[in-house]
């Protein structure tokens, strides 16, 4: 006779009443890397592509050369907006001041002057609608999205309208981002391109 193993119990948090707080991210045990606090519940993510990490790569890179001595370049990093809203941009530019401790594990939105997020599949509508509506809300000047367009990046760029904390497109970039704020910066964007991806089409 066969004996079915027993289902085993899930391991999922549970929720207390009223959810998550941005409190509990640094307090509950084994949450996988780079979970979320998003309106009080924890979103956790999925395993990312080749052109996602190359994006984060080539912003975090290309800004720590270009931003001033007072500003911070930090990638996968969470910010507070609130006590039910702990995002991790993909990549943030902050005030330098905002880092205070080397194992501190977030700091505050009102610190950060650019955020960017490198869309996924499965992060379409909270980085196109959920994240960037509360980042504005927070004060943040300037959100760029970045997207994925058949292997090529393409980058939507938006300012914060200080009397309505509503974002306002200012541009959308395909090959190269150039723009001076928060500070000036020429990016080939075509560089996020695979070595192989390159070289095929050359």
């Known amino acids: 006779m066969s004996v079915l193993p027993e289902a085993s119990e899930p391991s999922w948090p549970i929720p207390p009443a009223g959810g ?27 395993p990312q ?3 996602h990490t190359r994006a984060v790569s080539f912003f975090e890179r290309q800004l720590e050369a270009a931003a001033p ?7 996968e990093f969470t910010i507070d907006i609130d006590w039910q809203n702990r995002p991790e941009p993909d990549v943030v530019v902050v005030r330098g001041g905002a880092i205070v401790d080397p194992e501190q594990t977030r700091i505050p939105a009102s610190s950060v002057t650019l955020a960017i997020e ?8 909270r980085d196109r609608e959920t994240k960037p509506t509360k980042y504005a809300r927070a004060g943040i000047p300037y959100y760029w999205r970045v997207e994925n367009d058949k ?11 200080p009397a309505t904390r509503v974002y306002t497109p200012t ?4 090959e190269r981002l150039k723009t ?3 500070f000036p910066v020429d990016l080939d964007l075509t560089a996020i391109t695979s070595r192989r991806g390159a070289a095929q089409e050359g």
């Open 20 to 46: 998550w707080t941005a409190d509990d991210l640094d307090r509950l045990p084994n949450l996988p890397p780079h979970t979320e606090l998003i309106d009080g519940s924890l979103v956790f993510v999925s």
């Open 49 to 51: 592509t080749v052109f």
């Open 69 to 75: 001595p007072d500003l911070e370049v930090i990638r």
């Open 118 to 125: 490198v869309v996924s599949p499965e992060s379409v509508s």
């Open 151 to 161: 292997g090529r990046a393409v980058v939507y760029v938006f300012e914060l309208e």
């Open 171 to 174: 541009g959308i970039f395909h």
């Open 180 to 182: 001076s704020v928060p």
